[in-house]
């Protein structure tokens, strides 16, 4: 069984402590406890991982976050994986600070590179892992917000939040959507 696994974010150091990056900051931890490495390809940064006999495609798109999609479809096309063994993780100012929510469908909720996706799927049907950012800005703000780093509070809750992450990659990938949102939504 083969699965994509794609982190949403920015590239360039310039964004890489962001709020916005942490879908890269969850597959580059998974990577380090599976002891593989990125290489830049097409449009994506990849690292293929092996996790209890299942090949895991980790992604981080070299596109910029609007144009994700572009991405996520090269590596579903060219790895011939199912839009149900794809994972897209990524920030969401809807839930506070480190609130983990596994779906399987849903609206982009405003999310420019979940817009993207969707665009260039032609479906909200792809499961996505939430990761709370909060929303701690004033109206208008939502980009400096996003696209700033963590406070010194949340950088000391971070390293837990991203292992709690890596197990639901490790849900997704073995037990299924289902089982893997009864189990891990909420933790």
Not at 62 to 69: A, E, I, K, P, V
Request: charged share 25%; no cysteine; proline share 3%.
């Amino acid at each position: 069984m083969k699965y994509l696994v794609v982190g949403l974010g920015n590239p360039g150091a310039k964004y890489e402590n962001t709020r916005h990056n942490i879908g890269f900051k969850v597959v580059e931890s998974f990577a380090r406890e599976r002891e593989v490495t990125f290489e830049l390809d097409k449009q994506a940064e990849v690292a293929r991982a092996k996790f209890k006999g299942r090949t895991i495609i980790l992604i981080k798109p070299t596109t910029f976050m609007n144009l994700s999609g572009k991405a996520v479809n090269y590596w579903m096309q060219q790895e011939k994986i199912a839009k149900e063994n794809v994972l897209v993780i990524t920030d969401d100012i809807a839930l506070p600070f480190g609130k983990l929510r596994l779906k399987g469908k849903g609206s982009d909720g405003g999310h420019n590179g979940l817009k993207d996706i969707q665009a260039t799927l032609n479906t909200p049907q792809y499961a996505r892992l939430r990761f709370g950012v909060g929303s701690d800005f004033f109206p208008g703000q939502q980009a400096d917000y996003v696209l700033g780093e963590w406070s010194s509070e949340e950088r000391e809750a971070l390293d837990e939040r991203i292992k709690t992450s890596k197990e639901f990659i490790k849900g997704f990938t073995t037990i299924g959507l289902q089982r893997t949102m009864s189990n891990w939504n909420g933790k």
